[in-house]
């Protein structure tokens, strides 16, 4: 299995979930869970890559957070929770597996070595969301830019990253014309190359060192608690 969460489990917890868990696709914009309503499986990708997004009341949407294969989605099935005020769907399509959550939630109470990983999960998203927040206060359009592409990339095989200019902007909470206009800018620097429907990172190590502080306190979070996300 290439699910970091499901690979990282004692064999005895990994052994609780084996039975349960169903191969799933996960094509692009397949929702997986709606807000406030109950949420019958949870998901734990293979590849691809899913958005959580804040709803409003009037139907305003912002993006907080993403997952892949590192993880695991709905968020609050990790406290054994069935419903959340988040709408979840992927933006890249993927595929990975499903398990219900009466079995999820059994496991989860019958094994604290699996309540403890999971917690780490839950901890290491949090510290995402938390950043994401705090870096479209405070960086320049570029920069995030910069950062969503990384996060994409640790959650992706090779170097071709399968996003499209209404991906980026709800990551980066900005209009398209913004991404365009940042694109051109990452592409000016050689560090990318920007096509319809993909992006290929160039150089990694500069396009991380543009960044700069808008990308890696979430991700160094997540290897001290749970280990390489790649």
Known sequence: MFNRILNLLEDSDRER?????EPVALPRLAVLSEPDQPQEFSY???????????????GETAEVGIFGREGMSPPNSLFEDDRAPFKVFMQVEGNGHKIR????????VSSRTMRKLLSRYAQAL???????????????????????LLMVHDRTAGDRLSVTHDFLAGLL??????VTTALHVLEGHRFIVAERGQVTIRNREALQA???DAYGIAEREFTRLIGSMR
């Open 126 to 148: 949090f510290v995402q969301t938390a950043y994401t927040a705090l870096t479209n206060a405070t960086h320049h359009v570029d920069e995030r830019l910069a950062r969503s």
């Open 173 to 178: 909470n900005v209009r398209r014309p913004s």
């Open 101 to 108: 959550n009466e079995h999820l939630f059994a496991a989860l």
């Open 17 to 21: 979930l084996l039975k349960y868990l």
């Open 210 to 212: 543009f960044a700069g």
């Open 44 to 58: 734990f990708p293979e590849s691809g890559i899913g958005s959580i997004m804040a709803v409003s009341p009037s």
